[in-house]
């Protein structure tokens, strides 16, 4: 099987070197997070794309607390058994946050507590009421973790609406038990048709490339992505967040993001970001703009 155009895990090339940008704008955002304490993905998981999008006022929270009960091979998320508990006031501080940044698009996401009964199902969906009742016009996008497939937990946070429901598979079937051991590429499938066909929702999801899957691999996930009703898909290169964590295989060109951009188009996709700095949320708010097209 035909591995895709990329070079080798040495030396990042050229368009893999990060324009650091900082400035007034970048320092309001962290001061404010900051002051609000909230935890962010952005700084949690060491997004590539922290400076720019700080610098545009954009930042994606991060609910039921910095430490996971999962222990994905590519994130660089702390981890633990047991977390500690949930802060109560989360949902409001990250209403005031939404508030102050003046955020027409809110991007939320989430570890995945293992560890609680309904998951934290409950506290997202105090979270995005917080958030409606202090600033009803902001669209929000919830990048929500699998629940262990817990569909009343799953039905109770769908049954909020979100304006984009995103659940990311991450990679290809093949490379599961390495990349993310405990999660199902199916039950991440069921996930997203769930919340097309039972609740209407327009849903998104993403993947990493660079991790040793090839070209047909990628072909056929956007194809199942596209078979569960999914509408729109983010396409990454995945980056090591620190020795300890899975090794790139394979720098990945931007020619051949352009190929996958061309596939999911040509599939269906109602909207593609393809791009080696691209994650879930980078320039999320973009699809909000196009999403009266969405069912
Ligand atoms: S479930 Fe999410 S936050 Fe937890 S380790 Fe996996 S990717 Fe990281």
Same mark, same amino acid.
């Given at each position: ?5 990329? =070079? ?16 007034? &704008? ?60 949930? +802060? ?9 946050? =939404? ?11 989430? =570890?995945?507590?293992?560890? !609680? ?16 009742? !202090? ?10 973790? +699998? ?6 937990? !799953? ?21 599961? &038990? ?101 994650? &879930? &949320? ?11 097209? !969405?069912?």
């Amino acid at each position: 099987m035909q591995k895709p155009m990329g =070079v080798g895990a040495g030396r990042k090339p050229e368009w893999l070197k990060i324009k650091m940008t900082s400035g007034a &704008s970048f320092a309001a955002t962290r001061q404010l997070l900051g002051r609000h304490s909230l935890h962010t993905v952005c700084r949690s998981a060491m997004c590539p794309n922290l400076q720019e999008c700080w610098s545009r006022g954009t930042a994606t929270f991060l609910l039921l607390g910095n430490v996971c009960t999962r222990t994905c091979r590519f994130c660089a998320v702390g981890k633990a058994e047991s977390p500690p508990a949930l +802060d109560p006031d989360e949902p409001k501080k990250i209403a005031l946050a =939404v508030h102050s940044m003046r955020l027409k698009y809110a991007v939320l996401t989430s =570890v995945t507590r293992d560890d !609680l009964d309904d998951g934290g199902a409950a506290q997202w969906v105090e979270t995005l009421r917080a958030i409606r009742q !202090l600033t009803p016009s902001t669209s929000i996008e919830c990048l929500i973790p +699998d629940f262990h497939g817990n569909n009343s937990a !799953l039905d109770l946070l769908m049954a909020e609406v979100p304006e984009v429901l995103n659940h990311n598979i991450e990679t290809v079937p093949s490379l599961y &038990s390495k990349v993310r051991p405990q999660a199902s590429y199916t039950a991440s499938l069921k996930l997203l048709l769930r919340a097309k066909e039972r609740h209407g929702l327009a849903t998104k999801s993403g993947l990493m490339v660079g991790m040793g899957e090839t070209l047909e691999e990628i072909t056929t996930s956007l194809y199942d992505l596209i078979r569960h009703g999914c509408d729109m898909v983010t396409i990454g290169q995945y980056l090591q967040p620190s020795p300890a964590h899975l090794p790139v295989e394979r720098y990945i060109t931007p020619e051949v993001f352009d190929q996958y951009r061309d596939i999911a188009l040509t599939l269906g996709f109602r909207h593609v970001q393809s791009a080696p700095f691209v994650r &879930s &949320s980078y320039h999320a708010e973009t699809y909000a703009q196009n999403s009266e097209s !969405l069912p």
